[in-house]
């Protein structure tokens, strides 16, 4: 049987959730159908030797708002290599991909959501009317619109109504087992075995909310909490003047991006996770299938993501003095926490070979 041919259209090669997602997928797929990636970006980030090492067709095309010419690129790109399927996880701005791949007659052309609700400033009126037009085009011209919440199809798409085209698939995450214990890894990062770690996994983006994990953490240090804050994620140095201006110093580890997170997250003894904005995160989810306890803001793509029984850890993004509380609450063992059924939840629900199947199957 003929693989097919498939493009999958990503904003970059950086670590983040549509890359790392892609990539995922790739490694389990791609020697059941024949892939190529198109990066709409120049720059070859965190994830390019991963990419590169699928040895696949790996190509660099920013495309740009009203670059005719550059339509033109992607339009030939897919007449030449005839693809059966291209699948854009660009959100409204797969729009123009998606009716270049109707004029170059591919079939099956897959817009792909993974954000849950727009990450520009709508106040402005020239980007608000480019979004409402692009949003148009993949309207128009995309076969299968699909997103991981439910939440970002309601904001994206919310009359919809019986449209056939529109489908949720939610996030494929394997569990990994941990080769190295968590005393050997507190001893690799010289943490005392009693201190206690609050972890955090993000790049330095206004949607992380890295603010209220800061005012958080002064409000802990004043009640004189042994612990560290541990966050991963690029571009998080660039919080040391705020760091040192509370006091913070002695209290923070900042490593930056790495390729590691997941056994990382097993020095985690509490993930919190205040984002104003997610689609799925995949920190999170991995945070729950190892076992490590959340907090988290209860924004619907996390209420989503999350087992209705941990609701009572779900807080609006920006609360402080309640997040401090029950931090404090589990610190000093005041609650137990259920460990073990969040990590039977977790693992069934992002199951990578339920998940990914759903996805394979649409392509």
Partial sequence: MKKKKVLFIIPSVDSGGIETYVLRFLRKYKSQIQASVLVRHTKKGDLFEQYNALEIPLYFIPLGKFNVKKWKVYRSLFEKEQFDTVCDFNANFAGIPMWMAKKAGVPNRIAFYRQGKDHFNTKDFSKRMYNNWVKSLVNKHATKILANSKAGLDFFYPKREKDARF????????????????????????????????????????????ETILKVLAQLAALEIDFIWLSCGRNTENLLPQIKALHLEEKVRLLGFRKDVHEITLLFDLFYFPSNTEGQPNALIEAMQIGVPIISSSIEPIKETTPAF??????????????????????????????????EWSRAQFSSSLRFKEFFDLL
């Fill in 310 to 343: 941990l609701s009572n850890y779900l807080f609006e993004p920006n609360e402080v003095d309640n997040v401090v509380d029950i931090i404090h609450q589990i610190i000093k063992h005041q609650i137990e926490y259920p460990i073990q059924e969040m990590k």
């Fill in 167 to 210: 489908k949720v698939i939610y996030n494929g995450i394997d569990f990994k087992d941990i080769t190295k214990t968590k005393s050997e890894l507190k001893k690799e990062f010289s943490i005392p075995d009693n201190t206690f770690v609050i972890g955090h996994v993000g790049r330095l983006d206004k949607a992380k909310n890295h």
